[in-house]
């Protein structure tokens, strides 16, 4: 269970056009997902978080007009990068967090496996 | 969040047991330890999380100092498919409806060999 999928794996697009990454919660309904962005040899770095029905959050730094996130069901996230550049080359990966019942209740973040962005 | 501190680099044998240490000195009480890996080129794995009580699933164990301060993740007979970065990521317990992300450091990259 708690499986994350996100699509496409990979993606190569010319610069100034558009690219959409659709994250997907299987198995579970997730009313939060996040989206993290990692380069080459460096570890993740958290842009957004997706709450269903209402605006992202967007970390310090992020651009909210660039990366456009929708987050229209309770199993689905969508982060669209906009007039894309080469330097917006990355790996894009989003979690969904699930949520654990009992006391004291926590949760947990699955992972998808991750959109290679290649901007030219 | 409390703050982590891994080694950066570790080795082990194939079929031998791999322990991960990680310290967190200031967590507080309500904070929990998390563990993930990430494979080469993939989404991080989750792999394991404690609060206070030692852990266990199919995957590793959890081992958490009574003061807390430190803990340890084992996977008890490494495979070479265990090659990855593992984090360790304290976050604090959410009440009602209110949650804390994840901050993920630099990790250990351990390194299971032949």
């Known amino acids: 269970g708690a499986v994350v999928s996100q699509h496409p794996s990979w993606v190569i697009c010319k610069s100034g056009t558009s690219v959409k990454i659709e994250c997907r919660s299987l198995d579970f309904q997730a009313t939060t997902m996040f989206w993290y962005r990692q380069f080459p040899k460096q570890s993740l770095m958290l842009m957004a978080t997706s709450n269903e029905g209402s605006k992202a959050t967007y970390e310090q730094g992020v651009e909210k007009d660039k990366f456009l996130i929708n987050h229209a069901s309770l199993t689905l996230s969508t982060l669209t990068v906009t007039s894309a550049h080469p330097e917006d080359s990355s790996f894009y990966i989003c979690?969904?967090?699930?949520?654990?019942?009992?006391?004291?209740?926590?949760?947990?973040?699955?992972f998808g496996p991750g959109t290679r962005l290649t901007v030219l | 969040d409390a703050k982590t501190t891994q080694p950066p680099s570790m080795d082990c044998a194939e079929g031998r047991a791999a322990n991960l240490p990680c310290n967190h000195s200031?967590?507080?009480?309500?904070?929990?330890v998390y563990w993930y890996r990430q494979i080469h080129s993939q989404g991080p794995q989750y792999i394991i999380h404690g609060l206070k009580n030692n852990e266990t699933n199919e995957m590793a164990s959890l081992i958490i100092t009574e003061d807390r301060k430190s803990s340890t993740l084992i996977l008890p007979h490494a495979t070479l498919r265990d090659t990855a970065v593992y984090y360790c990521?304290?976050?604090?317990?959410?009440?009602?409806?209110?949650?804390?992300?994840?901050?993920f450091g630099k990790g250990t990259m351990l390194l299971v060999s032949p």
């Open positions: 200031t967590i507080s009480g309500n904070e929990y």
């Open positions: 990521i304290v976050r604090g317990v959410f009440m009602n409806s209110g949650y804390s992300t994840l901050t």
């Open positions: 979690s969904a967090r699930f949520e654990t019942s009992g006391a004291p209740s926590t949760d947990t973040q699955y």
